[in-house]
């Protein structure tokens, strides 16, 4: 395919009419953090970057392992072994070669938080452990970075919004515990969580109304979507 970065390039024809013309400049402005490229991040950042998004930072400290293989749809068996960011970097750059898309090979903690997602203007928490999801909380209120957090254990999943003094943070509505080991999982369910994560960015970026302050489960099993609303003024930290 001839290379045609313009937002009128027929790569996006199928969605211009969506978003339209100032929709997908907006998204070619946009820089957005992808934490986590397991199941959720590998869904994620692949449509983020289809989309058009103009720089997508993807972050993940972790190589790839065989347990991996069964929803974790950026990798192979060739890729077992190798850093997942790296890996990651290499199949998306050839998905869209007019977005810049800059691999950090690290876990992020609370005391490199800010040097690894910097000036974004949404982050995408695509992890597996709270205490991690917490750190990205903290450190999007204290920059007024939203944050679209999602996760996924056996067949259900959720996903919630949150937009710094406009809803309340995850530290607030969030279970404090943290599970060791990993979690049983279908794949299906991932991508379920991951394609409604990446539709939430994606409209949001192009200037498009979103809900927040709804914590959304999501039953794979039954097929059931079900929406709890979450008071912003039940937050302690805004």
């Not at 400049?25 to 953090?33: E, I, P």
């Not at 709270?130 to 944050?147: F, G, H, V």
């Amino acid at each position: 395919m001839e290379k045609d970065c313009s937002v009128k390039s027929r790569r996006y024809s199928r969605q211009l009419s969506l978003l339209g013309v100032e929709g997908q400049n907006r998204l070619d402005s946009s820089r957005v953090a992808v934490v986590g490229l397991g199941g959720l991040g590998s869904i994620v950042s692949q449509y983020l970057v289809a989309a058009g998004v103009g720089h997508v930072k993807i972050i993940d400290g972790d190589v790839v392992e065989p347990s991996n293989l069964n929803r974790q749809v950026l990798y192979d068996e060739e890729s077992i072994g190798l850093p997942k960011a790296y890996v990651a970097a290499w199949k998306l750059r050839s998905l869209n070669s007019c977005t810049r898309v800059e691999p950090v090979y690290a876990w992020v903690r609370e005391d490199n938080v800010e040097s690894i997602i910097g000036d974004v203007d949404l982050i995408v928490d695509c992890l597996d452990n709270w205490e991690t999801r917490l750190i990205l909380s903290r450190y999007a209120r204290s920059r007024r970075i939203p944050l679209i957090h999602g996760a996924v254990e056996s067949y259900y999943g959720q996903l919630y919004f949150y937009i710094p003094g406009e809803s309340a943070c995850l530290e607030c509505i969030a279970p404090r515990a943290s599970r060791k080991g990993g979690v049983s999982v279908i794949g299906p369910s991932v991508g379920v969580v991951a394609s409604l994560e990446a539709s939430l960015a994606i409209l949001y970026l192009a200037g498009r109304e979103v809900a927040t302050n709804e914590l959304v489960i999501i039953d794979s099993r039954s097929l059931s979507i079900d929406k709890i609303k979450i008071d912003n003024k039940s937050c302690r930290c805004s």
